[in-house]
DNA sequence: TTTCGCATAATTGTATACAATTATACTATG
DNA sequence: CATAGTATAATTGTATACAATTATGCGAAA
């Protein structure tokens, strides 16, 4: 999991961004490179540049002489988030259909089996983890850098919603069944098909979330 | 034009980022922190910077202790591209006529008046320069920060290829029709149309491209 | 008490210094 | 002549120093 081959500046990135995606550093909260860094235990050099890696993703807004704030992630950017994948994630699906490989589809019922295998222990984080991992391959297998590049950034953004959804255990389950019919449909190279159910897997998700309730979901 | 209120590395950013989408650096071209940085008589730090964000956005690839390449645009990248943004644009276009406010419908219509003048002259330039006015106001005005941040950057991404369909005389004024009309259709708040002519002008886009001949439009 | 002004502190922006890693060139050896 | 090994140079990675800008706190004046 841990990949070293990573340079200082990039593991304060990461960790910096899942600090943001996960909450621990609230929503218009000032980002100060030497607070950071101190706490990190790096110099202001590496801090910096991870915030301007940040703010071009759009989670720290930077005012110029100023400072560094997180940016909040509201409801209507996680609706709009869900909208615009709904729409990618069939084209990619049917990318995906024409070009994924062997390997990849090999990969794929190795995630859906393990997560039916962790849906009915309810073990939530192992999910994630493999949610991140199925829809990774997935976005790799469309052969496309720039829809990987999108959709994996969109999914990495929602991930805290996600934690939340797939702690119901009936939505682990469906959400796999999901899962399965999208890799059988792969393995059958059915374009059609293939970007039919990623599509609806996606409003499924939405679906389930109106269940749920928004406001248990994300505070803004 | 140039907005002031941006710091040295800002600028740096922009830069390196115009040299590669205009072609200035090369594709796998080695970009060094200290010839980019005498070349704008600037430090490395502000290079540096620059660099990584780049690499977040693909211009370029790192590689740790080695150095920084220019990830070339290849024709592959141009279609996937065209092909993500007539799905997104609809949506965005079909946002935009629920959301759009009086006064960006007035800046699009000003727009559209401006680029058939230049569009008549043959002033290339100028009509890039309003292509990519237009498609921002259309994307601010979808209202969602997302869908502004994707089809941005694709859409300035892509602004080599613009810049040569452009020139084209019969295309230039057959695209400006294609905004005029979508123009009408927001102003009509009409979010299915719009988002029905939003998408067909980015497959007429394509038609054009394939009519010129991918060989013209990218080397790779 | 409130508010303005100013000195001081804190923070960001940029340049430079030093360490670590990688590329290059030259020499010795087979 | 080819090649391995090594010293040197070049380049990146990180830390620090200094400059520029912004925030803070305190005292004086209304």
């Known amino acids: 999991m841990s990949e070293d081959n990573h340079s200082l500046g990039a593991r304060v990135f990461h960790i910096i961004r ?4 996960s ?15 101190e ?11 991870a915030l301007r ?4 993703e759009g989670l720290v807004s930077i005012i110029p002489n100023k400072g560094a704030y997180v940016v909040g992630i509201t409801k209507k950017d996680i ?3 869900y909208e615009i994948r709904e729409r990618l994630e069939g084209l990619c699906a049917k990318w995906a259909a024409l070009y994924i490989t062997k390997e990849q589809l ?8 393990l997560a039916d295998f962790h849906a009915k222990k309810g073990n939530v984080g192992q999910l994630v983890e493999l949610d991140n991992k199925f829809h990774e391959t997935l976005y790799k297998a469309s052969g496309s850098k720039e829809m990987y590049h999108v959709l ?10 996600r934690k939340i959804t797939l702690t119901s255990e009936k939505r682990a389950a469906d959400s796999n069944k999901e899962h399965m019919m999208i890799v059988e449909a792969l393995k059958e190279h059915n374009a059609e ?24 979901l994300v505070s803004q």
Do not use: C
């Open 39 to 49: 706490e990190l235990g790096v110099s202001r050099t590496p801090v910096r540049e």
């Open 193 to 216: 098909l293939a970007e039919k159910l990623a599509s609806q897997h996606i409003l499924s998700t939405v679906e389930n979330m109106d269940r749920i309730g928004w406001d248990v």
């Open 23 to 37: 909450g621990k550093y609230t929503a218009n909260e000032e980002l100060k490179e030497k607070s950071i860094g």
């Open 53 to 56: 890696q940040l703010e071009l």
């Open 152 to 161: 994996s950034d969109f999914h990495h953004y929602v991930q805290r919603v």
């Open 79 to 81: 609706r709009d988030i």
């Open 18 to 21: 899942e600090n943001i995606l």
């Open 106 to 113: 090999d990969e794929l019922e190795e995630i859906v089996f």
